[in-house]
């Protein structure tokens, strides 16, 4: 049985080892879902994956009986992979990202100097979705923002009034995404901020990650309102100058996340592990004084 509804259902899974927060999206029990920014469990220390994460999510979808149309991701993460491939088994969908992946895979398969069959046309997703695209399931229906900054692929997606942001900012006690990876770009962030402050006030913006203070407990739900008063870094009245030579600043101080090595080659194959040696064996390759 269907539920039309404007204020969509939103369950939050996170992840604390990466500090990524997972959505289910749906118009009540017994209709059909979205999956936003998935994990599989990767340790870097042994090379190993599991599948604890994800098993969550799939048990929250059996337990309120949905019907999963889609598994989206907000970008090619640098920081977890994506347990995309091993949802899709387990439960359908489609695999849908923001168009310019491509642009990060024809990047990286030079970094990593990929497999001369690897294909930089963003074929390895089931969808690649295009700024105001509008796709559906069920009675909801999910409208593309395409929000570069972080990377050239970054796209948020606004649910009735709900809108999950990737990777662009986060809690305002904690600010905005970096823009030091290759193709990132502070004033393109900038300006990708901006367009999500202009959606109502009252609109629920769903973080990717929270990296909380000590002085509070996880969060990953806030409004546009809250954002435009208090995010340290584009609160209303900060220009675009500003916001540049901030997060210039910033970025420069940070370290490379853990995962991004392998987090970058699993997800521009949107999921999938690199082709098998001889030996039957798939690999992650490290470039030395490559990055």
Not at 64 to 85: C, F, K, P, S, Y
Request: proline letters at 6%; a negative charge.
């Amino acid at each position: 049985m269907s539920h039309p509804s404007s204020r969509p259902e939103v369950q939050g899974f996170f992840d604390p080892s990466t500090a990524t927060v997972t959505y289910v999206v749906h118009a009540g029990p017994g209709t059909a879902c979205a999956i936003i920014d998935s994990v599989l469990d990767y340790d870097p220390k042994s090379g190993r994956t599991r599948t604890v994460s994800a098993d969550k999510v799939i048990g929250y979808v059996v337990e309120h009986r949905l019907q999963v149309q889609w598994i989206l991701e907000t970008h090619a993460h640098a920081d977890h992979l994506t347990a995309a491939q091993y949802l899709r088994k387990k439960l359908g969908g489609k695999i849908g990202i923001g168009r310019q992946i491509t642009a990060v895979q024809r990047v990286f398969k030079e970094v990593f100097h990929f497999e001369r069959e690897f294909r930089d046309d963003g074929a390895q997703f089931d969808v690649l979705l295009g700024d105001d695209e509008v796709i559906e399931f069920g009675d909801l229906k999910a409208k593309v923002i395409a929000v570069p900054g972080h990377t050239p692929a970054c796209v948020a997606y606004q649910v009735e009034d709900a809108v999950f942001v990737g990777d662009t900012i986060f809690m305002p006690d904690v600010g905005t995404a970096r823009c030091d990876f290759p193709g990132g770009d502070a004033e393109t962030l900038y300006a990708s901020v901006q367009k999500l402050l202009r959606l109502p006030p009252a609109t629920r913006l769903y973080m990717c990650h929270d990296y909380p203070p000590n002085t509070r407990a996880v969060n990953f739900e806030t409004t546009v309102a809250e954002q435009r008063a208090r995010n340290i870094h584009v609160h209303d009245g900060t220009t675009s100058a500003q916001f540049v030579e901030l997060r210039t600043k910033r970025d420069s101080t940070l370290d490379m996340p853990v995962l991004l090595l392998p987090a970058v080659q699993f997800n521009i194959r949107a999921g999938e592990m690199p082709p098998v040696e001889a030996n039957g064996v798939s690999y992650f390759k490290v470039p030395i004084n490559g990055l």
